[in-house]
C-alpha cells in the first residue's frame, strides 16, 4: 500500500508554507475588533483627572508609571495588527496637538465595540462604515456651533488667557497640581513666543528634572539649565562672549602619521616648549577675541585648561550634540570645528553664566534675557525620578497645548459637556435618516456616552446616574453642563473654567473614527511565515531627544 501524502487544497495550496490565513466574519473581523478592545481597556481607565495610573516596563527593563495614554501605547509593544491601527491613530494625535491620545484611543474602541453589536445584529460592516462615516461629518459641524463664542481671537502673551485653555490638558496627567504648573508653563511658553505665534516651536521650552524639593521648588529660568559643573575653577561669569568649538579644547593629533626624531635632551625640551607654546598661542588667540567662555563639544586637554585658567576664560563642556544646538541657538554662537581665533561675528553673548547647588546637584545655568525667542527651561523638582517623568509629560502635554492654540484658539466646553451634546444632536439626526446606517450613526452617538462614564467611573462616581442627570440638563437646553469631579455633581463647565481646544476634539474624534473605520473594513488576515534568524538588536544609547 502507498501512503497517500494529502495535497494542500484552496488557499493553503497557492501561499507558501506556514502562512497563517483568517477569512469571514467570526475570524477575522471580530477578532480584530476584540484585539482593539482590549487596547482600549487598558487606556480607557487612565482616562481624564482621576485616571489611573499604569506601570508599563518595556524590553530594555526601562519603568514608566504613568497615566499618558501615548507614552503607555508607545512602550507596550504592540504585536495584533488591527490594535497595531489604533496605536497608530494615538501617534498621530500625539504629532499634530500632543494631547488627547487617550480619547482617540479610547473612543476608537468604544466605536468598535458598539460596532461588534451591529455585525451580531446582523448588519454588514460596510452599512457601518457608511453611518460611521456619515455620523463623524455630522459631529465635525455640530462641533463648530459648540464653540464658545468670542474664543476666535486671543492674546496668546495674555497669561490668563492661556492657563485657562491649558488647565484641562494639565490636569488630566497631574490632577490638582495644575494650578501651581500651568502659570510655570504659560510663563515658560510666552518667554519664548515669536513674534508670529504661529511659528512658536515647542523644543525651544526646555525641562530641567532635579530630584529633590517639591513641586512648589521648580522655577522657570530664561535660557538653559545644564546638568554639569563648569570644567575650571571660574564658576561665574557676567556679560560675557561665547566662542564655542565642536571639536573639544585641545592639542590635536596631526593628520598625517609622522615620526620626529629626536638626537639630545636639547631637542626634547624644545619639542615640549613648542608644543606649550602652541597651546598657548591659540587659547590666547581666542581671549583676545573678546570671548570670556568656552564651551568645548568634547575633552578638554589638561594643559588647555591651565591656559584657560591663566586667560581666565570659563569652560563648560556640553557634551549631547543637541544640547551643544540649543545652547547655539540660545546664545546666537556659531559652533566653530576646531580651537582657532572665532571671528567677532561667531561669537555668541549671554548675560550671565553661573554655576549654582540645586538640591546636591551642581547645574550650570546660562541666562540670556535680551535674546528675543531664544529659550527658557522649566526646573521641575520632585521626590522620585518617576514623578519628575510624569510631570515632564505634563509639561509636555501643556507646551503642545500652546502651540495648538497658537494656531487656533477656539474652545468648546469640557468636563463631558461637549460629548454629551454631541450624543444627543446625534442621536436626534439618527432619527432623520431612513436607510440601514441609521443604526451606525445611533451607535456612534452612543459611543460618545463612554467618556463622561468613565471621567465619572474613573472618580468612583455612580455613572448612570451622572449621565441620565447630564442627558436631562441638556435636554433643557444648558448646552454647557459637564460634570465636576470633585464634588461629583453635574455643573456648567463655563463657570467652572474647564474648557478643551477644539481643534484637539476635532482631532480627536476624526482619527478615532478613521482607525474604526479602517478596522472594520479588513475582512481577511493574511499573514506569512516570520522570517528566521535571530531578532535584531535593539538600537540604544541615544540621548532624551
Known amino acids: 500500500m502507498v501512503g497517500f501524502s494529502t495535497q494542500p487544497y ?12 483568517m477569512s469571514g466574519l467570526d475570524e477575522a473581523v471580530l477578532k480584530n475588533i476584540d ?11 487612565s482616562l481624564g483627572p482621576n485616571g489611573m495610573n499604569k506601570m508599563v516596563i518595556n524590553h530594555l527593563d526601562k519603568l514608566f508609571v504613568t497615566n499618558d495614554a501615548a507614552t503607555i501605547v508607545n512602550e507596550l509593544e504592540v504585536q495584533h495588527p488591527a490594535a497595531k491601527l489604533l496605536v497608530l491613530a494615538g501617534k498621530a494625535q500625539q504629532e499634530e496637538i500632543g494631547d488627547g491620545a487617550n480619547l482617540t484611543v479610547s473612543f476608537a474602541g468604544e466605536l468598535l465595540q458598539n460596532a461588534e453589536e451591529l455585525i451580531r445584529m446582523g448588519l454588514h460592516p460596510s452599512e457601518i462604515i457608511i453611518g460611521y462615516t456619515k455620523a463623524i461629518n455630522k459631529t465635525i459641524e455640530i462641533l463648530e456651533e459648540l464653540v464658545e463664542e468670542g474664543s476666535q481671537t ?48 515647542v523644543d525651544n521650552v526646555r525641562v530641567a528634572k532635579l530630584v529633590g524639593g517639591g513641586l512648589h521648588d521648580s522655577v522657570v529660568v530664561r535660557g538653559l539649565v545644564l546638568k554639569n559643573d563648569a570644567v575650571g575653577t571660574i564658576k561665574k561669569t557676567e556679560n560675557a562672549k561665547v ?34 607654546a602652541k597651546v598657548e598661542e591659540l587659547i590666547k588667540a581666542v581671549a583676545d577675541s ?24 570659563m569652560v563648560l563642556k556640553i557634551s549631547s550634540k543637541f544640547e551643544l544646538r540649543r545652547f547655539c ?4 554662537a556659531v559652533a566653530l570645528l576646531k580651537l582657532s581665533q572665532p571671528s567677532a561675528d561667531d561669537l555668541g553673548y549671554v548675560d550671565s553664566v553661573s554655576v549654582e547647588e540645586i538640591g546636591g546637584a ?39 497645548t500652546y502651540r495648538a492654540m497658537c494656531r487656533d484658539s477656539r474652545i468648546v ?3 463631558a459637556a461637549t460629548e454629551i451634546e454631541l450624543a444627543k444632536r446625534l442621536k436626534e439626526f439618527s432619527f432623520k435618516e431612513t436607510g440601514l446606517d441609521q443604526y451606525g450613526i445611533a451607535k456612534f452617538a452612543e459611543s460618545f456616552e463612554m467618556i463622561p462614564k468613565t471621567l465619572a467611573e474613573n472618580a468612583g462616581l455612580n455613572a448612570i446616574e451622572i449621565i441620565s442627570s447630564l442627558y436631562a440638563e441638556h435636554a433643557s437646553g444648558n448646552t454647557k453642563v459637564g460634570i465636576d469631579l470633585e464634588e461629583g455633581v453635574c455643573k456648567d463647565a463655563s463657570t467652572v473654567r474647564i474648557w478643551d481646544l477644539h481643534i484637539t476634539k476635532f482631532f480627536a474624534l476624526k482619527y478615532a473614527a478613521d482607525a474604526a473605520c479602517t478596522v472594520l473594513r479588513v475582512d481577511q488576515i493574511i499573514m506569512a511565515k516570520p522570517a528566521g534568524g535571530p531578532k535584531p538588536q535593539q538600537q540604544g544609547g541615544m540621548d532624551e531627544d
Not at 571639536?247 to 606649550?276: P, R
Request: with cysteine; net charge negative.
Open 329 to 332: 541657538r540660545t546664545t546666537g
Open 362 to 400: 551642581r547645574v550650570t545655568i546660562v541666562k540670556n534675557e535680551q535674546g528675543g525667542n531664544s529659550v527658557s527651561t522649566l526646573v521641575l523638582r520632585g521626590s522620585t525620578d518617576s514623578i519628575l517623568d510624569d510631570l515632564e509629560r505634563a509639561v509636555d502635554d501643556g507646551v503642545n
Open 35 to 45: 484585539a482593539c478592545k482590549q487596547l482600549s481597556t487598558i487606556t480607557r481607565t
Open 290 to 313: 573678546g570671548a570670556k567662555v568656552i564651551v568645548s563639544g568634547a575633552a578638554v586637554g589638561e594643559m588647555a585648561l591651565h591656559f584657560c585658567e591663566r586667560y581666565k576664560l
Open 154 to 201: 486671543m492674546n496668546v502673551r495674555d497669561k490668563d488667557d492661556v492657563i485657562s485653555r491649558m488647565r484641562s490638558a494639565v490636569a488630566s496627567k497631574q490632577f490638582g497640581q495644575e494650578d501651581i504648573l500651568c502659570p510655570l508653563i504659560a510663563e515658560a511658553c510666552i518667554q519664548v513666543c515669536p513674534k508670529n505665534p504661529v511659528n512658536f516651536n
Open 243 to 276: 566662542a564655542v568649538f565642536v571639536g573639544g579644547v585641545d592639542t590635536s593629533a596631526t593628520e598625517t602619521k609622522g615620526t620626529v626624531l629626536i638626537h639630545n635632551a636639547e631637542q626634547l625640551e624644545n619639542y615640549a616648549k613648542t608644543e606649550e
Open 10 to 21: 484552496g488557499i493553503q495550496s497557492m501561499l507558501k508554507d506556514g502562512h497563517r490565513h
Open 413 to 415: 466646553p469640557g468636563a
